[in-house]
């Protein structure tokens, strides 16, 4: 992810319900320029998540976006 000038970040995992499976990142103040994102494929709580397509789901001040990923072991 890029932003382009210093935010405050929320990044989520949500499956294809819209239901929030993860929270990566909750309201963390970040540095303008470019960030990475790793999710595991747990959930909160730490349960292993099924394969199948799932979405990252990025909230800023700036503005707000989505990414779909596939999570398959």
């Known amino acids: 992810m890029e932003l382009p000038a210093p935010q405050r970040?929320?990044?989520?995992?949500l499956d294809t319900a819209g239901r929030r499976v993860r929270t990566l990142l909750s309201g963390r103040d970040l540095a303008?320029?470019?960030h990475e994102f790793?999710?595991?494929g747990v959930?909160?709580?730490?349960?292993?998540?099924?394969n199948g397509?799932?979405?990252f789901?990025?909230?800023?001040?700036?503005?707000?976006?989505?990414?779909k990923v596939v999570l398959l072991r």
Do not use: F, K
Request: charged share 15%; glycine share 18%.
């Open 9 to 13: 970040v929320t990044v989520e995992v």
């Open 32 to 34: 303008g320029g470019a």
């Open 38 to 40: 790793v999710w595991t």
């Open 43 to 50: 959930d909160d709580a730490g349960v292993p998540q099924r």
């Open 53 to 55: 397509i799932y979405w």
């Open 57 to 67: 789901r990025v909230l800023a001040t700036g503005g707000s976006s989505g990414q």
